[in-house]
Nanobody
Framework: QVQLVESGGGLVQAGGSLRLSCADS????????MGWFRQAPGKEREFVAG????????YYADSVKGRFTISRDNAKNTLYLQMNSLNPEDTALYYCAVLVRGLLGTRSAEYDYWGQGTQVTVSS
């Protein structure tokens, strides 16, 4: 059973950086594709970045391309999201998710397991 726990969120000023982590306590995710999503108040959950189980290639939403970097350490069963040049529009609850079967995608409905989310708030 995949069990995901996100950490690393917080309050940061515009232009700052945060690094999110997502750990799988069941130590099963090394064979699965993974993604980061976010959901702001009043908005739908949206794809942020994705990485296959091999580690590459990686995929990003246009809104974060060049600022965010997704990576994974299968030996540590941990997924990361390095976020630089943050702006207030990045404020949201950030989730990591596991896709067990199929090709890496951007639709949240394709993902099978989710963490509880970690809040990122960017002040102007």
């Amino acid at each position: 059973q995949v069990q995901l726990v996100e950490s690393g969120g917080g309050l940061v000023q515009a232009g700052g950086s945060l690094r999110l982590s997502c750990a799988d306590s069941a130590r099963t995710f090394s064979s699965y594709h993974m993604g980061w999503f976010r959901q702001a108040p009043g908005k739908e959950r949206e794809f942020v970045a994705g990485v296959p189980w091999t580690g590459s290639p990686t995929y990003y939403a246009d809104s974060v391309k060049g600022r965010f970097t997704i990576s994974r350490d299968n030996a540590k069963n941990t997924l990361y999201l390095q976020m630089n040049s943050l702006n207030p529009e990045d404020t949201a609850l950030y989730y990591c998710a596991v896709l067990v079967r199929g090709l890496l995608g951007t639709r949240s409905a394709e993902y099978d397991y989710w963490g509880q989310g970690t809040q990122v708030t960017v002040s102007s």
